[in-house]
């Protein structure tokens, strides 16, 4: 069953009342560390992120999220964090109401020859820490940044 499947059979039993959502979320530097983001139709900038899927490991989940998202193969390296609770809730513009459980990995790009596969992406951009806009979720810019910080976990 896919996410999409899975979300639309709950939908179907609790409306839009809010959801807990596993997730994972990439953190994908280039060569002068400014961050990858992703800019979504009729949302604001986000980290390439999405939900595990039933039967999805986080490591696979991450791998097909950055590439659907961004078109690009990544490497998933170490965790960054760990984050949920009520800052970690988002209600989408149909009313839909979300609370992520979300695991940050860092990643690194294998290849970046493939198309984008969603409908998701408006545009995609390489941010420094001072100039990134808000991203959607409150991921703690230290811990987006800092290749040496201890995992966060919020």
């Known amino acids: ?7 639309k059979k709950l939908r179907s039993k609790v409306g839009n009342s809010v959801l807990l959502i596993p997730g994972v979320a990439a953190v994908i530097l280039d060569q002068d560390r400014r961050i990858l983001l992703q800019e979504k139709h ?19 989940a991450i791998v097909r ?21 009520n800052t970690f809730q988002y209600s989408y513009p149909n009313g839909d109401l979300v609370e992520y459980t979300v695991i940050l990995m860092r990643c690194s790009v294998s290849t970046d020859s493939e198309v984008i596969s ?12 001072y100039s990134m806009p808000e991203l959607a979720l409150p991921y703690p810019k230290d811990v987006l940044f800092d290749e040496f910080a201890e995992p966060y976990i919020l």
Do not use: C, H, Q
């Open 42 to 60: 009729d949302e604001a900038w986000s980290l390439p992120a999405g939900m595990i899927e039933p039967g999805e490991s986080p490591r696979e």
């Open 1 to 7: 069953m896919s996410g999409s499947d899975y979300i």
């Open 65 to 85: 999220e950055v590439r659907e998202e961004t078109g690009l193969v990544v490497t998933p390296g170490r965790i960054l964090g760990v984050f949920g609770g």
């Open 118 to 129: 969603d409908n998701e992406t408006k545009s995609l951009k390489y941010f420094d820490k």
